[in-house]
């Protein structure tokens, strides 16, 4: 049987990265057969059935198109696809319409966020350390340099040499933008016949070995993807960072006496899950804290859905599942979720739409310690909430010093679509939900 490139969306020309099998090789349903990185993630092509490699039709480097052939498979006799065939193409163009920037609010509560494996939600490449850069670093608008028709060689090309891509016209079919489209708007920077755009610092290269011995290290590919972005969300969105505390006595009392009827049940009751339950009903209350700003810059997207992200620490680095329609699942649900979802990041199985579409991100430093810090949003998103490691303080109640468990909240939030006063009832009302433990607690209608 011929196995093809599932549709792809708006995506073209996505590169190959990764062959993961060979002629001859046995492979199950699901098994992922070649990695594809487009800008905005890297996503495995699956096996639709059971079945022997016959021949590989592709090769790293190699762009390809949905419908192109991957490979040749001969199925197992008697195997059937775990799904109909058209399910994966319809998975991956979902997750390429989320990816896509959108400019109004969705119409129904519950529409249905990085990486499949070892990636996050952009796959941009690093400028190249030490190398001389022909035009001057720019701050990249990230919605227009995603937006922008051009090939994975073209936009290294534009990383590399510190090119807005969302800033040169495409001279191709369709506005393509070529690489003579890229070197022509470097020599137009460079000849002042176009302007560069606000130019950020350049830091200082230093030759570190004179020094002293050096050992150099490449960064692992979820931080080498995971990099530009945080740096693009930090330079583009002006954060303020809120931070409070909640007292979780009577939360963590009751946490620790429902653990074992839990664990019966094959659920771990974490603490996470109790503040993403919190943060769900808080959300409700205050809906602009799930928003987005929309490209003019002049709207606000006010999403009709709660679908929340949560930072997973994994061996190859930081990765940020989302769990849809959180509003929907219970407290043993919700940690259900985030024992299914933390254990596929581990293994580096995450899928594409996994990563995508969240409105709000939990980043929670509990289990490693620490007190107060500073997250960055995850853009487009308009907030992130950041908790440190419960401590004991003594709290006054009732004229006498008592011990309280208290934890450290950090909210940072995009001052343009969120002022002062509004994070401040936020988080205050975050803190009460926290201190409501039977609240939390109740079914969902």
Avoid at 267 to 277: G, H, I, S
Avoid at 396 to 402: A, M, Q, W
Avoid at 420 to 441: I, K, M, N, S
Wanted: hydrophobic share 45%.
């Amino acid at each position: 049987m011929q196995v093809v490139i599932p549709d792809l969306g708006d995506f073209t020309d996505v590169e190959v990265i990764e062959v993961l099998v060979s002629p001859g090789d046995d492979v199950a349903p699901e098994d992922a057969l070649i990695t594809l990185e487009t800008e905005k993630a890297a996503m495995d092509v699956p096996s639709p059935a059971a079945g022997t490699v016959v021949e590989l039709k592709v090769k790293v480097g190699d762009l390809v198109n949905a419908g192109d052939e991957v490979l040749l498979l001969s199925p197992d006799a008697g195997a059937h696809e775990t799904e109909p065939s058209a399910e994966p193409a319809e998975r991956a163009a979902a997750a390429a319409a989320a990816a896509k920037p959108r400019s109004e609010p969705p119409q129904s509560r519950g529409a249905d966020a990085a990486t499949a494996t070892r990636s996050t939600a952009t796959a941009a490449t690093p400028p190249v350390s030490g190398a001389a850069a022909p035009a001057p670093a720019v701050v990249f608008d990230e919605a227009g340099f995603s937006r922008a028709h051009a090939s994975p060689s073209v936009r290294k090309l534009a990383r590399e040499l510190g090119v807005d891509l969302g800033r040169v016209t495409g001279t191709a079919p369709k506005g393509r933008v070529t690489t003579d489209d890229v070197k022509a708007y470097v020599k137009g920077v460079m000849t002042g016949a176009i302007g560069a755009g606000a130019a950020l610092p350049s830091v200082p290269d230093v030759d570190h070995a004179k020094f002293g011995p050096v050992e150099i290290a490449p960064l692992s590919r979820i931080q080498r993807i995971s990099g530009p972005r945080l740096h693009a969300s930090w330079v583009n969105v002006p954060h303020v960072t809120q931070h409070d505390e909640a007292d979780i006595t009577e939360l963590e009392e009751t946490r620790r006496a429902l653990a074992d009827g839990a664990r019966e049940r094959g659920v771990k009751l974490t603490p996470l899950a109790f503040v993403l339950r919190a943060c769900v009903l808080t959300l409700d209350e205050f809906p602009r804290f799930g928003a987005s700003l929309a490209a003019d810059g002049e709207q606000i997207v006010l999403k009709q859905y709660t679908h929340i992200g949560f930072a997973a620490d994994t061996p190859n680095g930081l990765v940020v599942p989302v769990i849809r329609d959180a509003d929907r699942k219970d407290i043993y649900e919700l940690a259900a979720a985030l024992g299914e979802l933390s254990a596929r990041a581990r293994a580096g199985k995450l899928r594409v739409e996994d990563m995508q579409g969240g409105v709000f991100t939990v980043s929670s430093l509990g289990g490693i310690g620490g007190s107060f810090f500073t997250p960055i949003i995850n853009a487009p998103e308009v907030a992130i909430l950041g908790v440190s490691r419960s401590n004991w303080k003594p709290a006054l109640r009732n004229g006498e010093f008592v011990p309280r468990l208290y934890l450290p909240l950090s909210l940072s939030y995009d001052h343009r679509a969120i002022d002062g006063a509004a994070a401040a009832r936020f988080t205050t009302r975050l803190a009460e939900r926290l201190g409501q433990v039977d609240a939390l607690l109740e079914a969902i209608p």
